[in-house]
Nanobody, 123 residues
Framework: VQLQASGGGLVQAGGSLRLSCAAS????????MGWFRQAPGKEREFVAG????????YYGDSVQGRFTISRDDVKNMLYLQMNSLKPEDTAIYYC?????????????????WGQGTLVTVSS
C-alpha cells in the first residue's frame, strides 16, 4: 500500500484546511487509518484515527472538537477536515494505515505511512 498525503499549506489562525490521503497498491482494506503530526523538535503525535468503514473515530485531546476524520473506502481516500486552526497546529501531517484497533493511537502500530504534508498556521 502506498499513501500520498496532500492539502497542506499556509493558513491564518482560525482558518480551515482539508487534508487528503490517497491510497494505492494492493486492494485497500485497512481496518484502521489515522493521521499523525510532528512539529519541529517534538515527537510524533496522534491526531485522529478511524476504524473500518468509518464506524468509530478517535481524536487527540488537542484537536477534539476542531478536526474531523473521514474515509471513503470506495475511492481509497482518507480525509482530515481541520477547523479553527491554531499556531500550535503547525506541523508535518502524516497519514498512516493498517494498525490493529487497539493500537489506533500509537504510531508504532501502523504498517504504512505517507510522506507527510506541511501545515503552517500563522498568528
Amino acid at each position: 500500500v502506498q499513501l500520498q498525503a496532500s492539502g497542506g499549506g499556509l493558513v491564518q489562525a482560525g482558518g480551515s484546511l482539508r487534508l487528503s490521503c490517497a491510497a494505492s497498491g494492493r486492494t485497500f482494506n485497512s481496518p484502521v487509518m489515522g493521521w499523525f503530526r510532528q512539529a519541529p523538535g517534538k515527537e510524533r503525535e496522534f491526531v485522529a484515527g478511524v476504524t473500518w468503514r468509518g464506524s468509530t473515530a478517535y481524536y487527540g485531546d488537542s484537536v477534539q472538537g476542531r478536526f474531523t476524520i473521514s474515509r471513503d473506502d470506495v475511492k481509497n481516500m482518507l480525509y482530515l477536515q481541520m477547523n479553527s486552526l491554531k499556531p500550535e497546529d503547525t506541523a508535518i501531517y502524516y497519514c498512516a494505515a493498517d494498525s490493529p484497533n487497539w493500537g489506533i493511537m500509537e504510531s508504532k502500530r501502523y504498517k504504512y505511512w505517507g510522506q507527510g504534508t506541511l501545515v503552517t498556521v500563522s498568528s
